[in-house]
């Protein structure tokens, strides 16, 4: 299985964007990039997942390098509720097992 | 609508013991999953069911784990002789559609945090 390098950790203020990193240098044709968050003492909760093309749904947005070989995660206002671990993770098409990672524990500033 | 449920939330118990935790997937789910997750780690895959039946177990990390959906929507995951290696919180997750299909999308419950003593 691919596997995906993210930051520890990274801070940000209250109400600016943030951008959370992950690179996948061994991605495959194939895998989608999914980004997972896990809030205090909850499972994790999907927000985004792309193939080629950037998306966006109402929680965030997702830009995906053109060699595929890295993604950003845009949260385009952070606020306090936004403080989690975020993972960035690759699945194949087909597959069904989130191999995760320890993700980038995001803390939000007031 | 109710996401997915796990009980109990906190379960303590002594090494040796015998324990069950329960998922309630999302209503209309046909695939369930589990998880566990150490502190300070991701969450690790266990098994998967697709149905009744479990399609990959190969993430049970010893014949002490045990895992059964005998009516394709509840599940049980079954410990034996716990230890105190075991100790971790136990996620379940559900999806819509099988693996590769559109809504196949995982959705996890809050977890069970299970301590061996």
């Known amino acids: 299985d691919a596997k995906t390098t993210q930051p520890n950790s990274m801070e940000s203020n209250e109400e600016e964007p943030v951008h959370l990193p992950c690179n996948h240098s061994?991605?495959?044709?194939?895998?989608?990039i999914h980004w997972y968050r896990q809030l205090p003492s909850q499972g994790p909760e999907y927000v985004i997942h792309?193939?080629?093309s950037n998306v966006n749904n109402r929680m965030a947005s997702l830009a995906i390098a053109e060699d595929r070989k890295s993604s950003t995660l845009i949260l385009h206002r952070a606020t306090l509720r936004d403080a989690a671990v975020y993972y960035c993770i690759l699945r194949g098409s087909g597959t069904y097992k989130y191999i995760f990672g320890t993700g980038t524990r995001l803390k939000v500033l007031a | 609508g109710a996401g997915v449920s796990q009980t109990p939330s906190n379960k303590v118990t002594e090494k040796g013991k015998y324990v069950e935790l329960r998922c309630d997937p999302i209503?209309?789910?046909?695939?369930l999953y589990w998880y566990r997750q150490s502190l300070g780690q991701g969450p690790e895959f266990l098994i998967y069911?697709?149905?009744?039946?479990?399609?990959?177990d190969s993430g049970l990390p010893n014949d002490r784990f045990f895992a059964v959906r005998p009516e394709g929507s509840v599940s049980t995951l079954k410990i034996q002789r716990t230890e105190r290696g075991d100790s971790a919180v136990y996620l379940c997750?559900?999806?819509?559609?099988?693996?590769?299909?559109?809504?196949?999308?995982?959705?996890f419950g809050p977890g069970t945090r299970l301590t061996v003593l």
């Open positions: 209503s209309g789910h046909t695939a």
């Open positions: 069911f697709q149905g009744t039946g479990a399609a990959d």
């Open positions: 997750a559900s999806s819509l559609k099988p693996p590769g299909d559109r809504g196949d999308t995982q959705y």
């Open positions: 792309g193939l080629t």
């Open positions: 061994t991605i495959s044709g194939t895998d989608y």
